[in-house]
């Protein structure tokens, strides 16, 4: 079982930017893909970006695409995700999460193992 903590949440102002990272224990991270996922009181989780496990994949929810950029460093064991252009409605608490398969995914079922979040609060 792959252990997760995320980390570089923080306040920032609209159009601000944030690096996320998340960092995991276990010598099988190389071989899982990881997803970020984003929650809000009330609100269901709600995914964000995913990076496939040889990182030649990758996939966006559109609210954030062309804005989020998710990467990996199997060497650091992190997986990074590039938060640009922020706005207020992307205030959430923010989880990565992984998944015993190669391929990304966008479903929350089909993540094993989950962080415990950090904090973004975006303010206008």
């Known amino acids: 079982q792959v252990q997760l903590v995320e980390s570089g949440g923080g306040l920032v102002q609209a159009g601000g930017s944030l690096r996320l990272s998340c960092a995991a224990s276990?010598?099988?991270?190389?071989?899982?893909?990881v997803g970020w996922f984003r929650q809000t009181p009330g609100k269901e989780r709600e995914f964000v970006a995913a990076v496939s496990r040889s990182a030649d994949s990758t996939l966006y929810a559109d609210s954030v695409k062309g804005r989020f950029t998710i990467s990996r460093d199997d060497a650091q064991n992190t997986v990074y995700l590039l938060l640009n252009s922020l706005k207020p409605e992307d205030t959430a608490v923010y989880y990565c999460?992984?998944?015993?398969?190669?391929?990304?995914?966008?479903?929350?079922?089909?993540?094993?193992?989950w962080g415990q979040g950090t904090q973004v609060t975006v303010s206008s």
């Open positions: 999460a992984a998944r015993k398969q190669s391929l990304v995914s966008n479903l929350f079922m089909a993540y094993n193992s």
């Open positions: 276990g010598s099988t991270f190389s071989s899982v893909a």
